[in-house]
């Protein structure tokens, strides 16, 4: 009996002592199982109420069972779920004495890889299972939800299609070596190729979008002691996370936390004040904060608004150009009424600039609103509508394709032989299907679905 042929069992979910704990258990003894359970044939798709008794009888409690036949399941085979109390001593009853009749506990992801095994969905879906219950803000399950329900495979599907129209056009050259592929034609596939390229390298570049959707946009508040970075921080993060204190310099480390803003997840990195004179554990603590900044994703350049006539530290102000910065003019409570100027060069970032009271909080909206158009516009265009941001498997895959493809369109530029221009063609097709999981390579497959949750 294969690895996939047998009867699994798993804790899908449970939520504390008061909720609902859903064991599910697949396999090709399901069916049988289940009758045993229920003594009589269960009922497709149909909740039943009864008792759930172990082989020994032994009332172990009130549950619910619902039975759906393969392949019209999740996994596509036979699938038994059992709603029980939350309570993990009952649920731990309930599996060990499944494992009694036979089923045997299920490796992390296997449900969802037998789904893949079974047809019922490709690996780009697979995949989105997992960031559908990893998704840390809104905009990451709209991308979950819609890998899920296809738009990555749909978008392969449509490349895969193109490329086995012009690969056919090649291969018929290659069948009737008399032929030359005439000019005409090659401008064609030339055209037909370069198209292709050129959606595949959009596909990629969502590569970058899709780590901030999974980790988080990297925000880094930048500025110099005493600005009022780590007050912002506790404003935005909604308690004191932070030290706070008038004596400069309190900051010697960074600090990180994540909060959601919007439909966004942000990584915010509170770090040590910029200061031109420091001492030696301050230095550390800079040094520790130029690290930081050069892996950001977007910058919070907080100055301090009663001492805008002076010096911007020489970091904060290289910075300000920056399109991934935000200019943040902090104890703007503490100006008088009028007009407010900014220095240069913070002046030639007056479009990207929030004046703000982290201590009463003032300006806090504007600013929560302008991070959230900020990194809204990280999103790159794809040429459709759907929100796709892919994996680094995806990516790595993709890369190859375009390489292939780079080389392909460059021996068609030269008259190279047609039977060549074909073979980095189909290396292309084979990393298309890695994508979706046309390419059966079970080593692949196995760490994979390793990375995955029991019962997932």
């Given amino acids: 009996m294969s690895q996939h042929d047998d009867t699994i069992a798993a804790l899908a979910t449970a939520a504390g002592t008061s909720a609902i704990a859903l064991i599910r258990v697949s396999g090709p003894d399901t069916q049988r199982l289940a009758a045993a359970l229920l003594r009589r044939v269960p009922p497709v798709r149909e909740a039943v109420h009864g008792d759930y008794r172990s082989a020994r009888g032994l009332l172990l409690d009130d549950v619910l069972f619902t039975f759906f036949r393969g392949p019209r399941s999740y996994s596509g085979e036979d699938t038994l779920e059992i709603s029980c109390h939350g309570n993990p001593f009952i649920a ?154 008038p004596e400069p310099g309190t900051t010697r480390d960074f600090l990180e936390e994540r909060i959601i803003v919007g439909p966004h997840c942000l990584r915010i990195i509170d770090t040590a004040g910029l200061n031109p004179s420091p001492a030696p554990l301050e230095s550390l603590g800079m040094a520790k904060a130029l690290e930081r900044a ?97 994996n680094a498997r995806h990516a790595h895959a993709l890369a190859e394709a375009r390489d292939g493809l780079e080389r392909a369109i460059a021996k068609l530029r030269e008259n190279g032989p047609v039977e060549l221009i074909a073979s980095d063609l189909r290396t292309v097709l084979s990393s298309f299907g890695e994508i979706t999981g046309k390419v059966d390579n079970e080593r692949m497959l196995d760490q994979l679905f390793a990375t995955f949750c029991i019962g997932k």
């Fill in 92 to 245: 731990q009853a309930v599996l060990e004495d499944l494992f009694t009749r036979g089923c045997r506990p299920s490796r992390p992801g296997e449900f969802t890889q037998r789904a893949f095994l079974n047809g019922r969905m490709e690996l780009s879906q697979a995949e989105a299972v997992m960031d559908l219950i990893r998704a840390r803000s809104d905009r990451a399950l709209m991308a979950a939800n819609q890998q899920l329900r296809g738009a990555l495979g749909k978008r392969m599907a449509d490349l895969i299609d193109r490329l086995l129209a012009v690969l056919a056009r090649i291969e018929a050259y290659i069948d009737f070596p008399d032929e030359d592929l005439p000019p005409e034609d090659r401008t064609l596939v030339l055209s037909s190729l370069q198209g292709i390229a050129g959606d595949t390298g959009r596909l990629l570049a969502t590569s970058h979008y899709g780590e901030l959707l999974r980790d988080g946009i990297k925000t880094v508040i930048l500025g110099a002691p005493n600005v009022g970075k780590s007050s912002l921080l506790n404003r935005l993060v909604g308690h004191d996370r932070a030290l706070v204190s």
């Fill in 294 to 390: 050069a892996e950001a994703d977007l910058f919070l350049l907080v100055l301090d608004a009663t001492l805008l006539n002076g010096s911007i530290p020489a970091e904060v102000a290289s910075r300000i150009a920056d399109p991934k910065a935000l200019v943040v003019i902090n104890k703007s409570d503490l100006l008088p009424d009028g007009p407010r100027v900014l220095p240069s060069p913070a002046a030639a970032a007056s479009g990207r600039t929030c004046w703000i009271s982290a201590l009463s909080g003032a300006g806090i909206t504007e600013l929560t609103d302008a991070i959230v158009e900020l990194a809204d516009s990280f999103r790159p265009e794809t040429g459709t509508s759907d929100l796709i941001a892919i």
